[in-house]
């Protein structure tokens, strides 16, 4: 029993190295941190400098007098809507094939049958997507944060790391979904087209006042109240129970969807 852990978890350690290596030979990791990296300086930048832009325009100088003086409020509302809009999407393009390309390669045949078990490999794949969301958003985020302090050293947003909590929680269910998606096909879309379904379905069941708190869209959503302090953590703590519990349902479905599956 414990020669087949200790064989497993080398296995995994072996898979997890690869993918690591896999990211930076190919310069994947490089191009996901300098996206993310320019997201980051883009927020508080735009902030800044949109009032003087509108200014700029034709009629523009009466449309910025309607417009509040930029503050560290402007620099995060910026950075969630950026990184809900366009930073999901991106990592959702990056990741979409992260089952999908190996079984199409037959990469994933030695390991297989080298004693690597499939709910291993999903678990492997699953947390190397997760630790490159992580990252990304964490290098967006110290940007952003920065550059705040530097153009808005106001009090205006006292819970920075609060309402990041949400966001990168929003990972685990979000990166689950992919998986889940790039499972059930060969094309190195499939992830990202069950993502946009999901998504869909998730902003439409949102419309039910009920279904609001319990919804994991919540965890990209109420992030400004958050910020701000007029909601506590404890808000979305059932759209992050029930996000828990979803990726473990997608996650074993995967698990099922590979043990089906010829290699």
Request: glycine fraction near 6%; proline fraction near 5%.
């Amino acid at each position: 029993m414990s020669k087949t852990i200790m064989s497993t978890a080398r296995s995994a350690w072996a898979l997890w190295g690869a993918q690591w290596r896999t990211l930076w030979r190919s310069k994947r990791l490089l191009i996901l941190a300098a996206l993310f990296a320019l997201l980051g300086l883009a927020n508080p930048l735009t902030a800044e400098l949109t009032p003087t832009l509108l200014k700029s325009t034709i009629g523009g100088a009466q449309l910025a007098q309607l417009i509040p003086d930029p503050d560290s409020v402007s620099s995060w509302a910026q950075f969630y809507k950026s990184m809900t809009q366009l930073g999901i999407y991106l990592l959702a393009i990056f990741f979409s094939n992260m089952i999908s390309q190996e079984v199409s390669a037959g990469t994933l045949v030695n390991l297989v049958t080298k004693g690597l078990p499939r709910p291993t490999l999903i678990a492997v794949k699953y947390c190397s997507a997760l630790s490159q969301w992580m990252l990304s958003i964490l290098l967006a985020f110290s940007i952003t944060w920065g550059y705040t302090l530097y153009y808005f050293p106001d009090r205006h947003s006292p819970h920075p790391l609060v309402a990041l909590l949400p966001l990168l929680a929003f990972g685990i269910f979000f990166i689950a979904v992919i998986a889940f998606g790039s499972s059930l096909g060969h094309s190195p879309y499939s992830g990202l087209l069950v993502l946009v379904i999901v998504q869909a379905g998730l902003m439409i069941l949102n419309t039910f006042e009920q279904a609001k708190r319990f919804n994991p869209i919540s965890l990209i959503s109420d992030n400004m109240s958050l910020l701000q302090g007029q909601e506590q953590l404890s808000h979305v703590l059932p759209a992050f129970i029930v996000s828990l519990g979803a990726s473990a349902f997608l996650l074993a479905s995967s698990t099922l969807i590979l043990n089906h599956k010829r290699l």
